[in-house]
């Protein structure tokens, strides 16, 4: 792929142009590969699945897929910030499943405390964490792995060690769950709505070029000026909410707190992040791409669901390959890009 | 003892000290609560309990050690586990010798994958191990067809359940595997280099270092040494069941490490503070158990003491 630029004397100079051109149209052809991969290859799929699966079409399949991905969505959008940084959040998964018990529980307060109560309570896990890894330089890995215990003890802790599973009291609070507009369920509006401001945050404010520089690297971040701590902190703290958002979302829509442990969460978040193109060492990456991971994640475990016959463990087996195939893919990009 | 010489406890000298050898001391103390405060504690069936409970987690980390000593994580070593276990019961008819080395190659595979998308690929270790966490557990149940199944044969019980000189088997390996990889790390080439590339990567290379040689037979190491704790395992339990085998084992593993005083940042192994790190987490669990505490504390506290253990042992830097 990479065009040898022959200069000499005998070279006219309209060749080294036209080669100049070419690398440069290499080099932004792989560019958006690198950025939109994830959404080529989630239309691809989906093409193919509603080529082959009748019940893929339907408008219903679409809607499941989509309240289906609207928890791990919320996951990885704040996952997505805090991978820019240069961080990590082990925690989520254990943050959403605490979100759900407390959201369940403080819903015989009404549908408001049904909400508050998972964010407060995840929110201050997650500003414990920022605080942590910002103010002690702490690895975010070993926090939040930390946190990921920490939080899973205490939703054992109010749940009676895992036995007690707390049912929805408020009926406003399942039906926002449970009930759509236009056709669209409300959860899938809030999710949308966030992922939007997500978008624009990143791309567009101040705090967005902050998570941009933290993540290329701190001490020139530091040096510009740029309040590095607060940035950090800031992101743990939205990445504790949304996951406590995600679920208290899960908890109306099931009607329940589930305590499960080990929901493995974490992990689907960071693997949607990577495939959607936002590199683990921190700098670089797009909301945009992490919306393409997490659906794509969701439509693959459709189609599975479609296949019927196959067993669910496939699922697992095909997301994890998939996983592998595209950050080798990726990284070989990112190389062809550096060569060219 | 007088005046003029410095006193023996310096706040400097304890910062030093602490990140090194606080394990011990941590182990210690708890090991005297327990001889005061909790019943029947030092009778040999409560001690022989926690030594079986111990050494699988001790055998992962030890591999885990090992890659984190290169700056990296292993995530799949729950997977690698339930891998080896599904593998047993379909070729213990061949033999407990050909079952167990069916489930060995099949952690030299995933750690083959793993080293060769680190050490070549050039992917973050996260990334490129997490691909086998997900799709290994997957596989192994797929393989395993979804079942638990009993594991009957004599011989191959004995590695998990039977005695040898008065101690569990079980026991003997794990301690064997400790001295062995204690003897790589300080006394062979590949030791020096693997602390050298952990140490500084790109210096390494410069060097000379086949750096990418060492990463991905540290990587086969750890998945070997997580196939063996599968393989225990099964023998333990005397059945084989892959949704369950190592669950949440990397977790432990990673904290026994870091408890043990290994850092995060790579370029230096403590063997003997990793078994001593799964040691104190093991005497935590069991000393809140005899006590009446429930399993939520009991994770509270581990969360505190990986984050204390972390915050002494994090290196204080020169910026």
Same mark, same amino acid.
């Given at each position: 792929?990479?065009?040898?630029?022959?200069?000499?004397?005998?070279?006219?100079?309209?060749?080294?142009?036209?080669?100049?051109?070419?690398?440069?149209?290499?080099?932004?052809?792989?560019?958006?590969?690198?950025?939109?991969?994830?959404?080529?290859?989630?239309?691809?799929?989906?093409?193919?699945?509603?080529?082959?699966?009748?019940?893929?079409?339907?408008?219903?399949?679409?809607?499941?897929? %989509?309240?289906?991905?609207?928890?791990?969505?919320?996951?990885?959008?704040?996952?997505?910030?805090?991978?820019?940084?240069?961080?990590?959040?082990?925690?989520?998964?254990?943050?959403?499943?605490?979100?759900?018990?407390?959201?369940?529980?403080?819903?015989?307060?009404?549908?408001?405390?049904?909400?508050?109560?998972?964010?407060?309570?995840?929110?201050?896990?997650?500003?414990?964490?920022?605080?942590?890894?910002?103010?002690?330089?702490?690895?975010?890995?070993?926090?939040?792995?930390?946190?990921?215990?920490?939080?899973? $003890?205490?939703?054992?802790?109010?749940?009676?060690?895992?036995?007690?599973?707390?049912?929805?009291?408020?009926?406003?609070?399942?039906?926002?769950?449970?009930?759509?507009?236009?056709?669209?369920?409300?959860?899938?509006?809030?999710?949308?709505?966030?992922?939007?401001?997500?978008?624009?945050?990143?791309?567009?404010?101040?705090?967005?070029?902050?998570?941009?520089?933290?993540?290329?690297?701190?001490?020139?971040?530091?040096?510009?000026?740029?309040?590095?701590?607060?940035?950090?902190?800031?992101?743990?703290?939205?990445?504790?909410?949304?996951?406590?958002?995600?679920?208290?979302?899960?908890?109306?829509?099931?009607?329940?707190?589930?305590?499960?442990?080990?929901?493995?969460?974490?992990?689907?978040?960071?693997?949607?992040?990577?495939?959607?193109?936002?590199?683990?060492?921190?700098?670089?990456?797009?909301?945009?791409?992490?919306?393409?991971?997490?659906?794509?994640?969701?439509?693959?475990?459709?189609?599975?669901?479609?296949?019927?016959?196959?067993?669910?463990?496939?699922?697992?087996?095909?997301? +994890?390959?998939?996983?592998?195939?595209?950050?080798?893919?990726?990284?070989?990009?990112?190389?062809?890009?550096?060569?060219? | 003892?007088?005046?003029?010489?410095?006193?023996?406890?310096?706040?400097?000298?304890?910062?030093?000290?602490?990140?090194?050898?606080?394990?011990?001391?941590?182990?210690?103390?708890?090991?005297?609560?327990?001889?005061?405060?909790?019943?029947?504690?030092?009778?040999?069936?409560?001690?022989?309990?926690?030594?079986?409970?111990?050494?699988?987690?001790?055998?992962?980390?030890?591999?885990?050690?090992?890659?984190?000593?290169?700056? $990296?994580?292993?995530?799949?070593?729950?997977?690698?586990?339930?891998?080896?276990?599904?593998?047993?019961?379909?070729?213990?008819?061949?033999?407990?010798?050909?079952?167990?080395?069916?489930?060995?190659?099949?952690?030299?595979?995933?750690?083959?994958?793993? +080293?060769?998308?680190?050490?070549?690929?050039?992917?973050?270790?996260?990334?490129?191990?997490?691909?086998?966490?997900?799709?290994?557990?997957?596989?192994?149940?797929?393989?395993?067809?979804?079942?638990?199944?009993?594991?009957?044969?004599?011989?191959?019980?004995?590695?998990?359940?039977?005695?040898?000189?008065?101690?569990?088997?079980?026991?003997?390996?794990?301690?064997?595997?400790?001295?062995?990889?204690?003897?790589?790390?300080?006394?062979?080439?590949?030791?020096?280099?693997?602390?050298?590339?952990?140490?500084?990567?790109?210096?390494?290379?410069?060097?000379?270092?086949?750096?990418?040689?060492?990463?991905?037979?540290?990587?086969?190491?750890?998945?070997?040494?997580?196939?063996?704790?599968?393989?225990?395992?099964?023998?333990?339990?005397?059945?084989?069941?892959?949704?369950?085998?190592?669950?949440?084992?990397?977790?432990?593993?990673?904290?026994?490490?870091?408890?043990?005083?290994?850092?995060?940042?790579?370029?230096?192994?403590?063997?003997?503070?990793?078994?001593?790190?799964?040691?104190?987490?093991?005497?935590?669990?069991?000393?809140?158990?005899?006590?009446?505490?429930?399993?939520?504390?009991?994770?509270?506290?581990?969360?505190?003491?990986? %984050?204390?253990?972390?915050?002494?042992?994090?290196?204080?830097?020169?910026?």
């Amino acid at each position: 792929m990479s065009q040898q630029v022959v200069t000499g004397p005998e070279v006219p100079a309209a060749v080294v142009q036209a080669d100049l051109r070419r690398a440069e149209r290499t080099d932004r052809i792989v560019g958006t590969i690198q950025r939109q991969g994830a959404l080529a290859v989630l239309i691809v799929i989906v093409i193919i699945a509603a080529a082959s699966f009748p019940n893929f079409r339907s408008y219903d399949n679409a809607a499941t897929i %989509l309240i289906a991905a609207a928890p791990p969505m919320l996951i990885a959008l704040g996952m997505t910030f805090v991978i820019i940084t240069g961080g990590i959040d082990l925690s989520v998964g254990s943050l959403y499943v605490l979100g759900g018990v407390v959201s369940a529980y403080a819903s015989q307060w009404g549908l408001i405390a049904a909400f508050i109560a998972p964010l407060l309570v995840c929110g201050t896990i997650g500003l414990i964490n920022g605080l942590l890894i910002a103010y002690t330089r702490m690895a975010p890995f070993i926090v939040t792995l930390a946190a990921l215990l920490g939080a899973r $003890g205490l939703m054992r802790a109010i749940s009676s060690e895992g036995s007690e599973t707390y049912l929805v009291k408020s009926s406003a609070f399942r039906s926002f769950g449970n009930g759509s507009w236009l056709d669209i369920g409300y959860p899938v509006w809030l999710v949308a709505v966030l992922v939007l401001l997500g978008i624009l945050l990143l791309a567009r404010t101040r705090f967005g070029h902050a998570v941009y520089a933290v993540g290329g690297s701190q001490d020139a971040a530091s040096l510009m000026g740029i309040a590095v701590r607060r940035t950090q902190v800031t992101v743990y703290i939205m990445s504790g909410l949304l996951a406590g958002l995600a679920g208290a979302i899960n908890a109306a829509k099931l009607g329940s707190g589930v305590t499960v442990l080990g929901s493995g969460m974490e992990l689907d978040a960071i693997a949607a992040v990577v495939i959607g193109g936002t590199l683990l060492t921190g700098g670089a990456g797009t909301v945009a791409g992490t919306i393409a991971g997490v659906l794509l994640l969701g439509v693959i475990q459709n189609m599975i669901n479609q296949i019927g016959n196959v067993q669910s463990n496939w699922q697992q087996v095909i997301s +994890g390959a998939f996983l592998a195939v595209v950050v080798v893919a990726q990284t070989y990009l990112a190389r062809m890009r550096r060569v060219t | 003892m007088t005046t003029t010489e410095a006193p023996v406890f310096s706040l400097p000298k304890i910062k030093n000290w602490l990140p090194a050898y606080g394990v011990y001391v941590a182990i210690l103390l708890l090991v005297l609560y327990n001889v005061l405060f909790t019943e029947n504690f030092l009778a040999w069936s409560n001690i022989r309990i926690q030594l079986i409970q111990v050494a699988p987690i001790v055998i992962v980390a030890l591999g885990m050690a090992l890659v984190i000593g290169t700056e $990296g994580i292993d995530l799949s070593v729950g997977s690698v586990m339930a891998l080896a276990a599904a593998f047993i019961p379909l070729y213990l008819g061949y033999g407990v010798l050909a079952a167990i080395i069916v489930s060995l190659i099949a952690g030299v595979v995933v750690g083959l994958i793993n +080293g060769v998308l680190v050490a070549k690929v050039g992917l973050q270790p996260i990334v490129a191990t997490l691909a086998l966490f997900v799709g290994g557990r997957g596989l192994a149940i797929v393989i395993s067809g979804g079942q638990l199944k009993d594991v009957r044969n004599e011989d191959f019980i004995y590695l998990g359940s039977g005695d040898f000189l008065r101690l569990p088997v079980l026991v003997w390996i794990a301690a064997l595997l400790v001295l062995v990889i204690a003897f790589v790390v300080r006394r062979t080439v590949f030791g020096r280099r693997l602390l050298a590339i952990g140490g500084n990567r790109p210096a390494s290379e410069l060097a000379g270092l086949p750096v990418q040689r060492v990463l991905i037979t540290v990587y086969i190491v750890c998945s070997v040494l997580a196939s063996i704790a599968g393989i225990l395992a099964v023998a333990r339990i005397q059945s084989s069941d892959a949704s369950a085998v190592g669950l949440l084992i990397e977790l432990s593993a990673i904290t026994a490490v870091v408890v043990g005083g290994t850092p995060l940042t790579g370029g230096k192994v403590r063997v003997l503070g990793t078994v001593a790190g799964a040691l104190l987490m093991q005497l935590v669990i069991a000393t809140m158990i005899k006590h009446n505490l429930q399993p939520s504390t009991t994770e509270m506290v581990q969360a505190v003491i990986i %984050l204390v253990a972390v915050y002494v042992a994090r290196e204080r830097r020169s910026r």
